[in-house]
């Protein structure tokens, strides 16, 4: 199947930063790709949806101005949390894939301290 | 809205019975329907998908089917393994959408 990475695969933080996380599909281009965050023994809960050159849709109750989305290549896709509070830890996976089947990234784990 | 149920939320067996995971979409209309694996920590391994045009998937010891009219899919896992011991989730795409819609995932623990 396809191949999806994510960096870092674990970041620990300080209240008040920001966190970069990219997410790459290595053999495949993905004009859109999904971003996902994952609580302690729950499922997936999309955020929104990465459309290559254009802006973000982001899913019901995410703040786009806290999880800032950019799309700029067509391998690459990044999610910043700005600001980053303690109740922003979090699994965050990322997912794409050519035709209609989804391939995941291995997740970023978000600690913010 | 889709609503997917994953039934049961978790099954312990013993190595080597053959067992049944269920899933069911409150919304019958769909185009796409994956099922996925996930081991603590991790990230999504896709295992099998089963296209619009499809009934049933095969792989190994696993074998889905989707039944459109009732909205339900299941996915038969054979000779159970202790490395089969995960969270195991199904998802689907719905006519007209792009995104997956998730179970909340069954926890499978085979014993040895």
């Known amino acids: 199947g396809a191949v999806v990475s994510q960096h870092p695969s674990r970041v620990i933080c300080k209240s008040g930063t920001s966190v970069k996380i990219e997410c790459r599909s290595l053999?495949?281009?993905?004009?859109?790709m999904f971003w996902y965050r994952q609580f302690p023994k729950q499922s997936l809960m999309l955020m929104a949806t990465?459309?290559?050159?254009?802006?973000?849709?982001?899913e019901q109750g995410v703040e786009k101005d806290k999880f800032l989305i950019n799309h700029a290549s067509l391998t690459l896709s990044t999610l910043t949390v700005t600001s980053a509070h303690p109740e922003d830890s979090s699994f965050y996976i990322c997912?794409?894939?050519?035709?209609?089947?989804?391939?995941f990234g291995p997740g970023t784990r978000l600690t913010v301290l | 809205k889709q609503e997917v149920t994953q039934i049961p939320a978790a099954l312990s067996v013993p190595e080597g019975e053959n067992l049944v995971l269920n899933c069911s979409f409150t919304d019958s209309a769909i185009y796409n329907l994956q099922w996925f694996r996930q081991d603590p920590g991790k990230g999504l391994t896709s295992l099998l998908l089963?296209?619009?045009?499809?009934r049933e998937q095969t792989s190994g010891r696993l074998n889905a089917s989707l039944d459109k009219s009732s909205g339900r899919s299941t996915l038969y896992i054979a000779a159970s393994q202790p490395g089969d011991s995960a969270t195991y989730l199904c998802a689907g795409i719905i006519q007209g959408a792009q995104k997956l819609v998730f179970g909340q995932g069954t926890r499978l623990t085979i014993n040895p």
């Open positions: 053999d495949f281009q993905a004009t859109t």
């Open positions: 997912s794409a894939g050519p035709y209609n089947e989804q391939f």
């Open positions: 990465s459309n290559e050159g254009s802006k973000a849709t982001y």
């Open positions: 089963i296209q619009s045009s499809q």
